[in-house]
């Protein structure tokens, strides 16, 4: 292939369009620039109404002052608006975003600040009687340097075109009323929301807690969804935080319980405390894939490098779509980072409360440790958790077992006659 021909093939990969409800996007590299067109699909375009619609939503999402609200100015022919040309920039649709690269759902804080942003524009638009309608992965887009999202044409400006037409193929992101030609507002942003939230969880895993909330939100009938995007996220947010705030409680008191336990143990007693040590959980071996660049990384290897390698694999694979395998394999190697990094950060902590010269303190000093003690493990574990991507469920039973298992070596370590290794002093009289 000569220059001038590869030339050509880079043309044809930037001019590739993506389907959208109501057209193709594809963008075209001029000058150093993306610019991105939308043409319209013919049975939407040769809607009698169609045209002004395009014309009304140009001038008033003009006047909308948010980052993530994406601008255009309607192409015209004789026959009618038949295109729209957007903002410069690279943009891709969140289906494209995952299925080229799937390991960004690894970044910190990716999908909450994702979720953040789409409520903040919607809940603006909606104020404004402008409602998104269809939140599917392919009419959700992202700037592809961030991974920040951005919307462009909302559905309740093309309420008067056969929404089952305008929809077909994406129903399930789309409230059921709508599809019968009811009222469009703000609930129906909620139901197709929801969607979208269950889809970039995927892969991840829909934490528990949300289930119920989504499952609220999905109601056939609206008077039974949260009323406004607002509503439905603080609902999310807030169950998350009361359902972590709650665990890392039931978690320090456990912690805290055995703490008390094993300062009264040192203490001169005549009893024999039996213990039983937690079984390990190692990773089974058929979910680490040998010829995997992911098999052989260092405890050190952060979210970044997961990343970078996921994405290297799914290009050499030249794969569109999301392989589940290697999902599974990025969440399992996720998992053992986090163990031997947890492992490691909880070995320091607990080491500040069990040695011999803080077993000596008084009651009320040891107590006081032993608090600042279970708050830093909590952290430890959350902070952690974010950057391997684990969910809640999964990360605090890890980090559970890991505590036990280091308390009970840190024990043994500190009175051979822990867990009834030795006989006690009257026995061996």
Not at 24 to 50: C, M, P, Q, T, W
Request: with cysteine; aromatic share 10%.
């Amino acid at each position: 292939m000569n220059f001038e021909e590869l030339l050509e093939t880079r043309d044809v990969r930037k001019t590739t369009k993506v389907r959208l409800p109501y057209g193709y996007f594809y963008k075209r590299l001029i000058d150093g620039k993306y610019s991105n067109f939308v043409e319209f699909h013919d049975e939407v375009a040769d809607h009698v109404a169609f045209s002004n619609c395009v014309r009304t939503e140009a001038a008033d999402m003009d006047k909308v002052k948010n980052k993530h609200q994406l601008h255009f100015v309607p192409n015209e022919g004789d026959g009618g608006v038949y295109a729209i040309a957007v903002e410069v920039g690279n943009f891709v649709t969140f289906e494209q975003l995952l299925n080229e690269n799937p390991a960004v759902v690894a970044r910190e804080d990716f999908a909450n600040n994702t979720l953040r942003d789409l409520v903040e524009l919607t809940h603006q638009l909606n104020e404004q009687g402008v409602y998104h309608v269809c939140f599917a992965p392919c009419n959700v887009l992202a700037r592809k340097n961030d991974a920040t999202i951005r919307l462009l044409c909302h559905g309740s400006f093309y309420a008067k075109l056969d929404q089952e037409i305008l929809y077909d193929g994406l129903e399930d992101y789309v409230a059921p009323e709508v599809l019968a030609g009811g009222e469009i507002d703000a609930r129906a942003d909620v139901y197709s929301m929801a969607k979208f939230v269950v889809w970039l969880f995927h892969s991840s895993g829909l934490p528990f807690e949300w289930r119920q909330i989504i499952a609220k939100a999905t109601s056939e009938d609206p008077d039974r969804r949260y009323q406004t995007v607002h509503d439905f996220y603080h609902a999310l947010i807030s169950r998350k935080q009361m359902r972590r705030t709650a665990l890392i409680g039931f978690a320090a008191v456990a912690i805290a319980l055995a703490i008390v336990g094993s300062y009264f143990y040192m203490l001169p007693q005549p009893e024999d405390v039996e213990y039983v040590k937690a079984v390990e959980e190692p990773i089974p071996d058929d979910m680490l894939d040998e010829q995997s660049l992911l098999y052989g990384l260092g405890a050190d290897a952060d979210s970044a490098t997961i990343a970078n390698i996921v994405a290297k694999q799914m290009r050499m694979k030249d794969s569109l779509s999301i392989d589940e395998k290697e999902m599974k394999e990025y969440q399992a190697k996720a998992e053992q980072i986090f163990r031997k990094q947890f492992t490691k950060e909880a070995d320091r902590i607990l080491s500040k409360v069990y040695n011999n010269k803080q077993m000596n303190l008084s009651e009320k000093d040891f107590m006081a440790r032993s608090r600042s003690m279970t708050q830093e493990l909590a952290k430890a574990e959350q902070d952690l958790a974010k950057q391997s991507n684990l969910g809640n469920e999964r990360s605090q039973r890890i980090a559970s077992e890991i505590i036990d298992q280091l308390t009970t070596k840190k024990m043994e370590a500190l009175d051979k006659d822990y867990m009834g290794i030795k006989k006690n002093k009257t026995e061996n009289k």
